[in-house]
T-cell receptor, first 115, second 116 residues
């Protein structure tokens, strides 16, 4: 079974600072990878996803993530955060192919951006 | 894009009563839906996979008699929390496979259940 680990539980930073959230997964086969964001009081929204091809994926709101297969990592980055990026961020993975139904989430990283 | 509608968004019930949560796929058919539970300041835990026309598949440790799932049509899955207790208070979220990509997922807005 797959598992996902997010290294940071809480991150506090100032506006305009750069953000990088770590995500590592464990699975023996190929995977699809996702980053979701949950703003306070709102539901999960997809930031970006990786299925195949270019390992550098660009998502919404200036976010990007890089899939490094050798490191089983899919870290999320944003060069310059805004106060509105305050939210909880979840990395998720699902195996590709017919067995790829189950989406497994990491523990989440709560990001607080100070104005 | 594909939308999953979840209802109600909030519900308060008394201990011992049952609560039904609905999850509807709008403008697309979902043969499979997923039910998650999110504890405060915790991640989402998959509870069960809801399969249209057949029994749900529950994750280890989830009581199937406690959390009844029915997926009677291609656009509706329901989760019924039976004989609710305060420890069942949580945020419940449903999702479906994204019909456009067929690999991604779309999530409902969640249901905050409070059992008093």
């Amino acid at each position: 079974a797959q598992s996902v680990s997010q290294h940071n539980h809480h991150v506090i930073l100032s506006e305009a600072a750069s953000l990088e959230l770590g995500c590592n997964y464990s699975y023996g086969g190929t995977v699809n990878l996702f980053w979701y964001v949950q703003y306070p009081g709102q539901h999960l929204q997809l930031l970006l996803k990786y299925f195949s091809g270019d390992p550098l994926v660009k998502g919404i709101k200036g976010f990007e993530a890089e899939f490094i297969k050798s490191k089983f990592s899919f870290n999320l980055r944003k060069p310059s955060v805004q106060w509105s990026d305050t939210a909880e961020y979840f990395c998720a993975v699902t195996p590709t192919g017919a067995a790829g139904n189950k989406l497994t989430f990491g523990g989440g990283t709560r990001v607080l951006v100070k104005p | 894009g594909a939308v999953v509608s979840q209802h109600p968004s909030r519900v308060i019930c008394k201990s011992g009563t049952s609560v039904k949560i609905e999850c509807r796929s709008l403008d697309f058919q979902a043969t499979t839906m997923f039910w998650y539970r999110q504890f405060p300041k915790k991640s989402l835990m998959l509870m069960a996979t809801s399969n249209e026309g057949s029994k749900a598949t529950y994750e280890q440790g989830v009581e199937k008699d406690k959390f009844l799932i029915n997926h009677a049509s291609l656009t509706l899955s329901t989760l019924t929390v039976t004989s609710a207790h305060p420890e069942d208070s949580s945020f419940y979220i449903c999702s479906a496979r994204d019909p456009i990509t067929s690999v991604g997922y779309t999530f409902g807005s969640g249901t905050r259940l409070t059992v008093v």
